[in-house]
Structure formats: C-alpha cells, structure tokens
C-alpha cells in the first residue's frame, strides 16, 4: 500500500533555530515528492519538488533532501522565523502522476 | 495576477443536504484538481479536470462529483451530505495537461465545509 509518513507530527522551536522535519514513504512507482507549506486558512504552497535523480533542492531557507534507495526525504529550516510556523506536508507522487499520496503534516510552531 | 479563487470560503450545512463548490483558476491554467482535507485524514485527492473532461480521480464515493467549464472555472458537488464530509476542501490549478503529480500545483484558500 502506498503510504507518506511524517515525523514529528509538531515540533516547537525558538526563533533562530534549525529543524529538520522528516518523510518516509513506501510509494511505487516513484515519481516525485514535494514539499508543501501550509499557513492556518490558506492552501499549501510549493517549497520543492524533487525526482529521482535529485538528492538536494533548495527555496531560500528551505533546504529538501531525497534519498531514493532508503525512501526517505527531509525537509531543513535555517534560522527559522515566527512566520515559519505552520504546516508541512510531504506529497509523493507515483507512476505518471496520478496518483498523490499526501502525509498528514507537521505542524511547527516557531515561538520568539 | 490573480490567484485561484475559491468560493464560498465557509458553509454550513445539515446532513442530506447537497452543497456545490466553485473554483476559478489562475487565468491561462486549464487543470483543476480538487482535495478534501480533515485532521484525521489528511490531504485525499478527488478528481481532476482538464478541458472539461474528468481525467483522473481519486477513492471517492459517487456522492463526490465534478465538472469544469469552458471558461476552466470548476465545480464539486457532494449530495446526501454526512458528518464525516465535513472537511476543507481546496482546489489547484495548472497550466499543463497532465495528472496533478505530474504538474506543479497553485492551491487556493479552499472552502471550509461543516456539516451538522
């Protein structure tokens, strides 16, 4: 069964401070994977989308990572701000797309 | 540039009730996807339009239905509502033919639907 896990479900975090949010997946065929970010009433937007080949992407801070062989991918925040807070998701895309399976989300709060 | 534009951004409605939902995307996209998102669940793909035809969908009841017009602007309607469809539901748009995997995706706020 296809399936995008996320850890932690939420992480609280002082402004200034890096965290690395974690998605495991057991999606086949492997697409692609993205990383979204939700703010509390909006719709997710797009950080990163990575395929196979690619192991590292970065959006400013935002730094995602892909490891295909152990099907794992991260997501790194550097010198967070309060404005970081939110949800992120990470969606895995399979076979020519589609199908997405989305993970349920981790929720940061970044406190000052 | 105009974002996707849902409407009504909050309901409420009754069980067996039917609601419809409207998206309009970003001019010049021509595939809208939409979504249901609760707590329990998460983000769930429902189906996807392109040039008024439905080209994927996702593991939905018949109650979940759909349909775009010529002008791209889409629609979903849930008849014989329950609780559990109480959900926000969120459109995206794109400008390419192709799953929504396949695409980049524009969200909107989405339409936050309760059900008593």
């Known amino acids: 069964k296809n399936q995008v896990e996320q850890s932690p479900q939420s992480l609280i975090i002082l402004e200034g401070k890096n965290c690395t949010l974690q998605c495991n997946y057991t999606v086949s065929p492997f697409s692609n994977l993205r990383w979204y970010k939700q703010d509390t009433g909006r719709g997710p937007v797009s950080l990163t989308i990575m395929t196979f080949s690619e192991n590292t992407k970065s959006n400013g801070r935002y730094t995602a990572t892909l490891d295909a062989d152990t099907k794992q991918s991260s997501l790194h925040i550097t010198a967070s701000q309060l404005s970081d807070s939110a949800s992120y998701i990470c969606v895995v895309s399979a076979g020519a797309g589609t199908a997405l399976i989305f993970g349920k989300g981790t929720t940061l709060s970044v406190s000052s | 540039k105009a974002g996707v534009t849902q409407t009504p951004r909050y309901l409420i409605k009754t069980r067996g009730q039917q609601v419809t939902l409207s998206c309009s995307p970003i001019s010049g996209h021509r595939s809208v996807s939409w979504y249901q998102q609760t707590p329990g669940q998460g983000l769930q793909f429902l189906f996807e339009?392109?040039?008024?035809?439905?080209?994927n969908k996702g593991n939905f009841p018949g109650r979940f239905s759909g349909r775009q017009f010529s002008n791209s602007r889409s629609e979903m309607n849930v008849s014989t509502l329950e609780l559990g469809d109480s959900a926000l539901y969120l459109c995206?748009?794109?400008?390419?033919?192709?799953?929504?995997?396949?695409?980049?995706?524009?969200f909107g706020a989405g339409s936050r639907l309760t059900v008593l």
């Open positions: 995206a748009s794109s400008w390419k033919e192709g799953a929504p995997g396949a695409n980049v995706l524009t």
């Open positions: 339009y392109f040039s008024e035809t439905q080209r």
